[in-house]
């Protein structure tokens, strides 16, 4: 099964590409991607599993009514002072619709805090979508500095979960 970070440039690939459908069978899985008016739809079935596992994720048309929504950050301080302070931050993204969670069970510690120092690979949260757990990593070397999903909380394609400072 390809990684998320695998999925996700392929996903922006093909939103950037004037190819409309694209499928990819590897490991037992099939990852199919229809593009429709600017907007990239992605479904992922497992063939392996019993019954068969299906995410499905929207493209840009989810994002805009994510950014409808105030972020923690923009309800703290004005939104010039934000948008400065974040230009030179990293956005670790949501890959698809989910559940988001900051640890890998209620009893273990968060992956990551407000300070931590992560990797490329470092895992930060788990991302549940149809009952599977993804991993989600930092993608960048440097400093958490700023959380910006609560533990449980639905989040959406797209979505910035993290800033990071990058190093």
């Known amino acids: 099964m390809l990684k998320i970070q695998e999925i996700r440039e392929i996903i922006k690939l093909i939103d950037h590409s004037s190819i409309h459908e694209f499928t990819i069978e590897q490991e ?7 593009k429709q008016a600017n907007e990239v739809e992605t479904v992922v079935r497992n063939v392996v599993a019993a019954p068969p ?3 499905v994720q929207a493209g840009p048309q989810v994002t805009q009514a994510v950014s409808a929504q105030p972020a923690a950050a923009e309800t ?23 559940t988001f969670y900051s640890a890998s069970s209620p009893e273990a510690g968060d992956y990551v ?9 470092s895992v930060v949260c ?9 991993e989600i990593e930092a ?4 400093e958490i500095v700023e959380i910006l ?16 400072k990058p190093e």
Do not use: C, R
């Open 113 to 121: 805090e407000v300070g931590s120092k992560v990797t490329t690979d």
């Open 126 to 134: 788990i991302v549940e979508a149809m009952k599977l757990f993804n």
């Open 28 to 34: 037992g899985s099939i990852i199919k991607m229809k």
């Open 149 to 164: 999903a609560e533990n449980g909380q639905l989040v959406e394609y797209g979505q910035p979960l993290f800033l990071v």
């Open 53 to 55: 596992a299906e995410v």
């Open 76 to 98: 703290a301080a004005p939104k010039e002072e934000t948008k400065a302070d974040t230009a030179n931050l990293h956005k670790i993204t949501s890959p698809m619709v989910g």
């Open 139 to 142: 993608e960048v070397k440097g």
